[in-house]
């Protein structure tokens, strides 16, 4: 839910009237994220979410008006599934029309379940990408 989160975060929603008042956005690492929540309330997980469509499509960053940021990596797992996958690309899409930076950063060979590995390894993709990050800000 972190980069699902954070995207929201840095953004104002549909029914949000007012923009959060929120420092400058130097730089955002998104991993492996559902930036497109529309298909939960019909999924596997509608009875843990209890999400109607109505509130998924309020809550989705890819509908959301995105604020300006230095720029933002959308990493996910090479190996992830669709609902990991689409909407990444969606979102990356969607923020270079706007004329935002925005890196997609897909990590080969690894999976929902393993891409936070990398994440922990400076010298892996994830991590390096953070490092540098983090070393130009």
């Not at 954070?6 to 994220?33: C, R, Y």
């Not at 992830?80 to 997609?104: D, I, M, V």
Request: aromatic residues 6%; negative net charge.
């Amino acid at each position: 839910a972190g980069a699902h989160l954070a995207s929201f975060l840095a953004a104002t929603g549909v029914d949000e009237k007012d923009p959060p008042q929120l420092p400058a956005l130097k730089g955002l690492f998104l991993l492996s994220g559902i930036y497109d929540l529309s298909g939960i309330p019909g999924s596997f997980l509608c009875d843990e979410a209890r999400m109607t469509p109505a509130e998924a499509a309020a809550w989705s960053p890819l509908t959301a008006a995105q604020h300006a940021c230095r720029l933002r990596v959308i990493a996910f797992g090479a190996e992830e599934t669709t609902p990991f996958l689409e909407p990444a690309s969606a979102l990356h899409s969607r923020l270079n029309a706007q004329g935002e930076a925005a890196q997609l950063l897909p990590l080969p060979g690894l999976n929902h379940m393993s891409v936070v590995l990398d994440l922990g390894n400076p010298l892996g993709i994830a991590g390096g990408r953070i490092a540098d990050m983090v070393a130009s800000s």
